[in-house]
């Protein structure tokens, strides 16, 4: 297992075009969990899955943000009418259900996303 | 969520032991604490937890305080590659569910 990957890891777009991003989880892996990270400043939670259902939404998730998990595995984070403060990496992370390794979060490379 | 103060940055020399500290003086009885750290340029990785009681792994050990309003993360022989941020986290319960991250301590080693 390769650990959880993210795509694309670099993305540039001009503001006001929507943007998505896809995160593949480890495989098996339940949880699934969305994070935003700019300059200086640690991870702030965005969202969480568990399977399909999103269980958890953070109030800095606005309506121009969604997050889906379709069939449980994958997830796409979609930005519409994109702002320069939607600048930042975008992070996702995932977690077993159950056992030991439920306690920890396992987090991709992430997406850099600048916005012109 | 319980707060945790940390100092925004921290010096060590190569291969010396470095202390990093942390405060949660609102820490309930069932709030973990969790350190992860942050390498340039990478997404966050899991570094130690605990409860109550002292933890050892092989990355680093975590003391924790009686009252457990405070802990230190220690790595035992600084290397270059530990030059990073960590972050020190509390989380309720022991599954599933969000982490809220601080702004971390960035580490920088010296050789």
């Given at each position: ?80 009418r ?23 979060r ?11 | ?7 925004n ?13 942390c405060?949660?003086?609102t ?76 702004q ?8």
């Amino acid at each position: 297992d390769t650990g959880v990957s993210q795509d694309p890891r670099h993305k540039i777009t001009k503001r006001g075009q929507n943007v998505t991003f896809r995160c593949d989880p480890i495989s098996e892996h339940n949880r699934l969990y969305w994070y935003r990270q700019t300059l200086g400043q640690g991870p702030e939670f965005l969202t969480y899955f568990q399977n399909e259902a999103q269980l958890e939404k953070s109030r800095l998730l606005s309506d121009r943000f969604s997050a889906e998990r379709p069939k449980g595995s994958f997830s796409t984070l979609e930005i519409q009418r994109t702002e320069q403060g939607d600048s930042a990496m975008y992070l996702c992370a995932s977690s077993p259900l159950k056992g030991g390794g439920a306690r920890f979060r396992f987090f991709g490379p992430g997406t850099r996303l600048t916005v012109l | 969520d319980a707060k945790t103060t940390q100092p925004n940055s921290m010096e060590s020399n190569e291969e010396e032991p470095v202390h990093l500290p942390c405060n949660h003086s609102t820490i309930s009885g069932t709030d973990y604490i969790h350190w992860y750290r942050q390498l340039p340029s990478q997404g966050p990785e899991y570094v130690i937890h605990g409860l109550t009681s002292n933890v050892n792994n092989r990355m680093a050990s975590l003391a924790i305080a009686e009252d457990r309003k405070s802990s230190t993360l220690i790595l035992h022989r600084a290397t270059l590659r530990d030059a990073a941020v960590y972050y020190c986290i509390l989380k309720y319960g022991n599954q599933g569910g969000k982490l809220i991250f601080g702004q971390g301590t960035e580490l920088s080693v010296k050789p």
